[in-house]
């Protein structure tokens, strides 16, 4: 069983979540970009109960603190149960291995429910 699978059952039901995917800086951006939307976003779109995917780069870090995170991607699923389907369906695992690939050292992902 694989960190995504296992990280599917964590989490409770009942409210609208997000998978929430923090990308620190790349060594080569313009690269990581080309993998990223050309890749790794159509993989995503694949993955079964998404709702709705929303991503970009972050250009300032309005805190005065470095700029550690490159792109963040949210993905949007109706509830904990949908997003524990998607973790564990053959198109999130695939999703998952080219995270794995690409996503640069120090990158997180988070669950995040939202509020009402």
């Not at 890749?39 to 603190?65: F, I, N, S, Y």
Request: hydrophobic fraction near 45%; charged fraction near 20%; avoid cysteine.
């Amino acid at each position: 069983m694989t960190w995504l699978a296992r990280a599917a059952g964590r989490y409770g039901a009942g409210m609208t979540v997000k998978l929430v995917v923090l990308y620190t800086q790349p060594d080569d951006p313009a690269a990581f970009d080309e993998h990223y939307l050309g890749v790794h976003m159509p993989l995503v779109a694949k993955v079964p109960g998404l709702q709705r995917a929303e991503g970009g780069r972050l250009t300032a870090a309005l805190d005065g603190g470095a700029q550690t995170f490159y792109r963040i991607a949210e993905l949007y699923f109706a509830d904990q149960g949908a997003l524990n389907t998607a973790l564990r369906s053959p198109e999130s695992q695939a999703t998952a291995a080219d995270y794995q690939k690409i996503a640069p050292s120090g990158s997180r992902m988070f669950v995040q429910v939202l509020d009402d």
